[in-house]
């Protein structure tokens, strides 16, 4: 019999910009594209989700791709974490 006895997520998210028709500057999309990582950050904390944010690499077009590492809900991160 096998039993998971650790468990983490890898995720790679990218932040877009949102494709509405409305020309707007480079900082006008960063400034948007990091109130959304924010906003996605502050749900993790509230839901009391264990994560690590492993990089960030804002792209030229003023999106942001990020790696995260996530706790698989109901199992231990033992090993995963540095």
Known sequence: MKRVQAACMMQTLHFSLKDDGYPITREQAMKAVQGEYEQYRRQMDQRRVRYQIVEELPQEDGSLIV???????????DGYWN
């Open 67 to 77: 790696k995260v590492k996530k706790q698989v809900q109901g199992y231990s991160t």
